[in-house]
């Protein structure tokens, strides 16, 4: 080809960066690794067992013995973050929640033996929520016709102090109650807990992608939904206000909620803190992979290093996600 026939700008060829592996891994800008990631674990009351839990292929709602063992497999492959998730023994839910908040708790045990075992190797993150321990299933108590926001921040704060109590370096509220990250704050710095580090929620969407979760968590509310403390997903400026508030009332850390259909306000949040940014690709976003892998439809490690290299170029520093594990060992990413 004659170069008299090229109308290109100048001489600009942004192809001779895409020609090989080689190049292109050279002038790669995202990167996903192990050091971002975060597993997400159900642990059972029970010393063993193993629930699978159908919606989610892969992930099981399991005891701490078994979680121990998982954790120390995962800990091979580079997952040096988890973030727990309780349950109550059976028949402990109740208006208030406060089994959230019992020493001898699920998480509470859990945060106990992991830290025990594998010490600063392991960054134990609990999430902070009563919705897992109330018998409505609301993240808060019931007030008159809706969840009554400042009667719910004492338990939560308990939560979190207990959480604290056992061991857990990060306390991560996820209730999305107004004033509960300074509620939680203080009742930390009171108790001598002052280097607990404190991820809020702060931007948690009411979203449709956490109808697996909820199988896992057991936590369905059993009447009406979470519109009134949830996030609407038709905003985003009240995301920047909510990270604001989050950030103003003492969180280290803040997360948005859920990641995918999401982006766009990562990349908002991003540019409007600085402080460091986790997402959470959450239960339903990992399940339509799973599905449409299992079909056949999707390339399964493809997709997977897509969406999250996706969440990082969005802006995001830490990603919580349930593919963390297979990525990893399929070297996926
Ligand atoms: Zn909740």
């Known amino acids: 080809m004659a170069s008299s026939k090229i109308t290109l700008p100048g001489r600009a060829r942004p192809r001779r960066l895409r020609r090989t592996q080689t190049i292109r891994d050279l002038v790669g800008e995202t990167e996903v690794t192990a050091r971002e990631l975060v597993m997400p674990h159900f642990v059972l009351p029970s010393a063993s067992g193993t629930e699978p839990i159908p919606s989610m292929p892969g992930i099981a709602q399991v005891g701490i013995e078994n979680l121990l063992r998982e954790v120390e497999r995962d800990l091979e492959l580079g997952i040096r973050a988890v973030l727990l998730f309780g349950h109550p023994d059976i028949g402990g839910k109740t208006p208030d929640g406060t089994a959230a908040a019992a020493a001898d708790g699920a998480v509470q045990r859990a945060v106990g033996r992991l830290k025990g075992d594998f010490g600063d190797a392991l960054v134990v993150m609990t999430d902070v929520c009563l919705c897992a321990y109330t018998d409505h299933g609301h993240c808060g108590v019931l007030g008159e016709d809706d969840v009554d926001n400042d009667a719910?921040?004492?338990?939560?704060?308990?939560?979190?102090?207990s959480h604290a109590r056992a061991g857990a370096d990060v306390v991560a509220p996820s209730d999305m109650m107004d004033g509960r990250v300074a509620a939680i704050r203080d009742a930390l710095d009171s108790q001598g807990f002052a280097d607990v580090v404190l991820l809020s929620y702060a931007v948690k969407y009411a979203s449709a992608y956490y109808g697996p979760f909820r199988d896992a968590a057991d936590s369905t509310p059993a009447s009406g939904d979470r519109k009134s403390y949830q996030m609407d997903c038709r905003n985003v400026?009240?995301?920047?206000?909510?990270?604001?508030?989050?950030?103003?009332e003492g969180a280290d850390m803040l997360m948005v909620k859920p990641a995918l259909a999401?982006?766009?306000?990562?990349?908002?949040?991003?540019?409007?803190?600085?402080?460091?940014?986790?997402?959470?690709?959450?239960?339903?976003?990992?399940?339509a992979v799973k599905a449409a892998a299992a079909n056949g439809w999707l390339d399964e490690p493809a997709v997977v290093r897509e969406n999250l290299l996706a969440i990082r170029r969005a802006g995001a520093d830490q990603i919580i996600t349930y593919h963390a594990r297979e990525a990893l060992r399929g070297r996926w990413l």
């Open 262 to 287: 999401y982006l766009d306000v990562i990349r908002a949040v991003r540019e409007s803190t600085v402080l460091p940014l986790a997402a959470y690709n959450v239960s339903g976003e990992y399940s």
């Open 152 to 161: 719910t921040l004492a338990p939560l704060a308990a939560a979190a102090l």
């Open 237 to 248: 400026r009240e995301a920047l206000r909510e990270a604001r508030l989050d950030e103003q």
